[in-house]
C-alpha cells in the first residue's frame, strides 16, 4: 500500500512514525513533511494548500490512500478533489469539514439538533456585539468564525475583556478574515478533555481520550495557544461517561451530518467540558488534534493502515483499536514568544540525545534544515513524547528527554499532565 500523509507538523510526524510501522506499507510519501518526518517517509515539497498539486502527485505515484492532516486543506476541499477522481482519502469533504472551518455552522447544527453546548450569540459587526455584552455578565468567550490556526478563542474573565476582544477580531482583523463573523457564548465551567472517533459515517469508534493544555503558560495562565502538552488516558472519562458521550454527542452528530447531506468520513476530535451539568461540546474539530495525536499514536497497538482504508471505503467495523495501557504524554517545546511574534531559525541541539533514551519519542512540529542542522521554523518545534508504567514515569521520561534539547528562546510549560498525577 502506498500512502501520502498531507502536513508537516507534529501531528503528521506521529501518524507517519505510526504508518510507517504496518506491514501493509510499501511506501509512504509526505507533503510536505519535516526533518522528523524524513526519517519514515520521502518528503516532497508539495504545499498543503496545492490542491492541485497535490492531485498530480496522487495521480503521478498512484497513490492507494491520502491522509490529510491539517484544517485547512480539508476546508479547501482537498477530498472532494481526490475522490472526484476516484482516489481514496481519509478525510472529509469541504462540507462536512466546515464543522471546524465554521463555528457559526457547529454551533448551529449543535443547537438544532438538541446536541449539548453552550448558549450563544452570533454578530456579523462590532457594535451589536458591544451591544449585547452590556447586558451580559463575565465571564464570556468570543470566538472567531473561522479557522484560526487553533486560536480564535478568547475567554474573558470580565466585560472589558470581552470588550477588547471583540475590537480585536473584528476591527483590530488578529485573525484575519475568520474574524468577520463571530460568537459570544457562556463560559461553561469543568474539566476540558478531547475524545476523538473513528467514523465512516454511519460506523464509530472511539478512541481513548486525551487532555489538552492550551494555555502558554503553568497553572494554565496566559493566552491560548494551539495546544502546550496532551496526556492518555484521562482517569475523568469514566467507561460510564464514555458511554454517554457516544450517545449524547457523537452518534447525533454524524447522522445530523449526514441528514444534512454532509456524510462525515474520517476522524472527529470533540472538544469537550465536564460540567456539573453533563458534558458539553465545546468545539469540533475535523482532523487529529495537536499535540493530542503524539501520546494517542504511542499507545495505539493496532495497524494504523487498514483502519484508515476502511473509514476511506466506508467500511468501518467495530473491531476495537487496541491500546498500551500505559500513559503517555507530551511536552510541547515552543518558540520564545508564541503564541505571539517569534523568531525561527534558531539551531536545535540534543535531538539525537534525547532520541537515544527509552520509551520516548521526538517529534517535529516546527522544524527545517538549514546548512546541515535543524533549525525552528515554527512556534510550537516539538513535541516530546515518552510513555511509562504510571503517568508520573512517562512524564519524567518525556522532562528528561526536554532537559537534554536545546535552542535559543526554548519556551515549554513544566506542569503538563499535573491534573492526572
Not at 515539497?45 to 498539486?53: P, S, Y
Not at 495537536?290 to 504511542?298: F, V
Request: charged share 25%.
Amino acid at each position: 500500500m502506498k500512502i501520502l500523509i498531507v502536513g508537516g507538523g507534529g501531528r503528521e510526524h506521529a501518524l507517519a512514525w505510526k504508518l510507517a510501522q504496518s506491514p501493509l506499507l510499501t511506501k509512504l510519501y509526505c507533503a510536505p513533511g519535516n526533518p522528523g518526518i524524513a526519517r519514515h517517509a520521502e518528503c516532497v515539497q508539495i504545499g498543503v494548500q496545492d490542491n492541485m498539486g497535490i492531485v498530480r502527485f496522487v495521480r503521478e505515484k498512484q497513490i492507494d490512500l491520502t491522509v490529510i492532516g491539517p484544517e485547512d486543506p480539508l476546508a479547501m476541499g482537498l477530498a472532494d478533489e481526490l475522490t472526484s477522481k476516484g482516489f481514496k482519502v481519509f478525510g472529509p469533504s469541504q462540507a462536512a469539514a466546515e464543522l471546524e472551518s465554521s463555528k457559526i455552522f457547529c454551533k448551529k447544527l449543535l443547537h438544532k439538533h438538541d446536541i449539548p453546548t453552550a448558549a450563544f450569540k452570533v454578530f456579523d459587526d462590532a457594535h451589536s456585539a458591544h451591544e449585547s455584552l452590556e447586558k451580559s455578565l463575565a465571564p464570556v468567550v468570543v470566538k472567531a468564525d473561522g479557522l484560526a490556526k487553533g486560536k480564535g478563542v478568547i475567554v474573558c474573565s470580565t466585560l472589558a475583556e470581552a470588550h477588547n476582544a471583540v475590537n480585536e477580531i473584528m476591527k483590530g482583523r488578529i485573525f484575519g478574515k475568520s474574524g468577520d463573523r463571530i460568537i459570544i457564548e457562556e463560559c461553561l465551567r469543568g474539566e476540558e478533555v478531547s475524545l476523538l472517533a473513528l467514523t465512516d459515517g454511519k460506523a464509530l469508534l472511539l478512541l481513548d481520550p486525551a487532555q489538552d493544555h492550551k494555555r502558554a503558560l503553568d497553572g494554565d495562565e496566559g493566552p491560548n495557544t494551539g495546544g502546550m502538552g496532551a496526556y492518555s488516558p484521562v482517569a475523568s472519562i469514566t467507561p460510564e461517561l464514555r458511554a454517554e458521550v457516544e450517545r449524547r454527542v457523537f452518534v447525533p452528530t454524524i447522522h445530523a451530518m449526514r441528514r444534512e447531506g454532509r456524510r462525515y468520513q474520517g476522524v472527529l476530535y470533540a472538544g469537550l467540558m465536564l460540567t456539573s451539568n453533563g458534558p458539553q461540546v465545546l468545539e469540533y474539530n475535523v482532523r487529529w488534534g495537536d499535540p493530542e495525536t503524539q501520546p494517542l499514536m504511542m499507545r495505539i497497538k493496532s495497524d494504523l493502515a487498514p483502519l484508515f482504508m476502511s473509514v476511506a471505503e466506508g467500511k468501518l467495523s467495530d473491531t476495537p483499536i487496541e491500546w498500551d495501557p500505559r500513559p503517555s504524554i507530551c511536552v510541547v517545546m515552543a518558540s520564545g514568544g508564541y503564541p505571539g511574534e517569534y523568531q525561527t531559525g534558531k539551531p536545535i541541539e540534543g535531538l539525537e540525545k534525547a532520541a537515544k533514551l527509552k520509551d520516548v519519542m521526538v517529534f517535529h512540529a516546527g522544524t527545517a534544515m538549514s546548512q546541515g542542522c535543524v533549525v525552528t521554523a515554527g512556534g510550537r518545534v516539538l513535541g516530546v513524547t515518552a510513555i511509562g508504567d504510571t503517568i508520573a514515569d512517562a512524564r519524567a521520561r518525556a522532562y528528561e528527554a526536554v532537559s537534554m534539547i536545546h535552542f535559543d528562546g526554548a519556551h515549554y510549560r513544566r506542569d503538563i499532565g499535573y491534573r492526572a498525577l
